[in-house]
């Protein structure tokens, strides 16, 4: 998906970019904007970039093969549970670039110092991984999170509206889907 739209497009430009240029704001949780709530349902949302670098910073990552796919196997120091983030590339036009090892994912977070045409993303190959700024008409997956609240201090795993989520024992509380959106299968890149 580019940045702050809810479809694919058969080619991703500047041109055809709806955020493209436009002052927006962070958009979590926006069902016009945000695509893992228009797409998943109430509870999920695309994560802000706050909450991706919390990932980044509080789990343990490393570069795997999954399911004959590469990419960022993320696991909690805290509850063992892990999530797998699945080399994506990125379409640029109607190419899809660096397929074969880069995982790039869209956070809901505008870069404001762009000229309104970055927003922030996460991206990793085989040797590092970080927070980025990507121009937002390119295409790149989501991977959805959810705010839900279990009543328990046994970290656990479970599901809304059908797609699964994982405690990784984060600070925040913060819960990660199991795949992107477009897929229900943990190897895959969906939409």
């Known amino acids: ?25 962070d958009f979590s949780s926006n ?19 706050e909450e991706f670098s919390e990932l980044v910073h509080y789990c343990h990552w490393k570069y795997v093969k999954k399911g004959g796919r590469w990419g960022a196997e993320i696991t909690s120091p805290v509850t063992k549970n892990s999530i797998f983030l699945p080399a994506t590339g990125a379409k640029d036009g109607s190419k899809v670039i660096e397929a074969s090892g880069c995982g ?16 922030h993303d996460y991206h990793f190959g085989g040797a590092l991984g970080e927070m980025g700024i990507a121009e937002r008409y390119y295409g790149q997956a989501v991977r959805p999170v959810t705010d839900y609240n279990v009543n328990t201090e046994i970290p656990s795993n479970g599901e809304i509206n059908g797609h699964k989520w994982v405690d990784l024992g984060l600070p925040s ?19």
Do not use: F, I
Request: charged share 20%.
């Open 1 to 25: 998906y580019s940045w702050g739209e809810t479809t694919t497009k058969a080619t991703y430009t500047q041109a055809n970019t709806k955020t493209y240029g436009k002052d927006v704001a």
């Open 31 to 49: 069902k016009t904007q945000d695509v893992a709530t228009l797409k998943w349902g109430k509870g999920w949302r695309m994560p802000t970039q």
């Open 104 to 119: 790039m994912y869209w956070t809901s977070t505008p870069h404001k110092d762009s000229y309104n045409n970055g927003a």
């Open 173 to 191: 509380g913060l819960k990660w889907a199991t795949c992107n959106v477009g897929t229900d299968v943990v190897d895959q890149s969906g939409n």
